[in-house]
Nanobody
């Protein structure tokens, strides 16, 4: 059983940067693909970035491509999301999720493990 805990959310001005982290506990973190989802009020939870177990393969939603970077440190059992050039529309609760998968997918139902979420608010 993998447990995920996000941290690093907060309030930032538009154009600013923030890095959020997801610390994992439990066996075999290095074998899991990891994703960052976000959910704004009244909207669905969408995948914005994902990374495979080795860190070689990454996926980004069009809305964050070029601004956000996902990375992982398997020695620290941690996955990161560096967010630059933040916009008010990036305001949401950000969730990390993990799954044992050979191919990255965007379906939230494919991810077995979830953190509790961290709030990111971008002011205009």
């Amino acid at each position: 059983q993998v447990q995920l805990v996000e941290s690093g959310g907060g309030l930032v001005q538009a154009g600013g940067s923030l890095r959020i982290s997801c610390a994992a506990s439990g066996p075999s973190f290095s074998s899991y693909a990891m994703g960052w989802f976000r959910q704004a009020p009244g909207k669905e939870r969408d995948l914005i970035a994902a990374i495979n177990w080795s860190g070689i393969h990454k996926y980004y939603a069009d809305s964050v491509k070029g601004r956000f970077t996902i990375s992982r440190d398997n020695a620290k059992n941690t996955v990161y999301l560096q967010m630059n050039s933040l916009k008010p529309e990036d305001t949401a609760v950000y969730y990390c999720a993990g799954a044992q998968m050979t191919r990255l997918t965007a379906r939230s139902s494919d991810y077995a493990y979830w953190g509790q979420g961290t709030q990111v608010t971008v002011s205009s």
